[in-house]
């Protein structure tokens, strides 16, 4: 991914974005996620803390299995908005299975996300979870 150094930055210190996806009909939906950069991709945990439907039947990860294009959302706030900052990552988003890469995904998320992580009981290790996990591989598309 090339990014500016100011965009990788604000990638970096950003807690918080916001996941657009898109249905097989073109309908977008827009879902804040908590995520970690690793410096060539995106990820994000489909935790297990409480949700009205089953993780698999989520909106976002239906729409990412019939249409894997992805549009990330990072930005900063500030009342001063001299300081008011955007980058827009479109990409391809896949469920990422248990093995190396997903445990290397969750070992980031627990650095940046520990308190998340832990408190909803979910993105647990190899030990025992099979959820997928959203793994977003997103190239800078402007």
């Not at 060539?40 to 294009?69: F, G, Q």
Request: aromatic residues 4%; contains cysteine.
């Amino acid at each position: 991914m090339n990014l500016s150094p100011a965009a990788e930055a604000l990638v970096r210190e950003a807690r918080v974005a916001r996941l657009a996806t898109v249905d097989a009909r073109g309908r977008p939906h827009i879902v804040p996620i908590c995520f970690v950069y690793d410096g060539a991709c995106v990820y994000s945990a489909l935790d297990t803390k409480p949700k009205r439907v089953p993780v698999e039947r989520l909106l976002r990860v239906r729409n990412i299995l019939v249409n894997p294009h992805v549009q990330l959302l990072v930005d900063r706030y500030d009342e001063d908005w001299a300081r008011l900052a955007y980058v827009q990552l479109r990409g391809v988003a896949s469920i990422l299975e248990p093995g190396p890469e997903h445990a290397e995904a969750l070992r980031l998320l627990r650095q940046v996300h520990p308190v998340r992580l832990d408190a909803a009981g979910g993105a647990s290790d190899d030990q025992g979870d099979n959820r997928g996990r959203r793994r977003l591989e997103l190239d800078l598309g402007m």
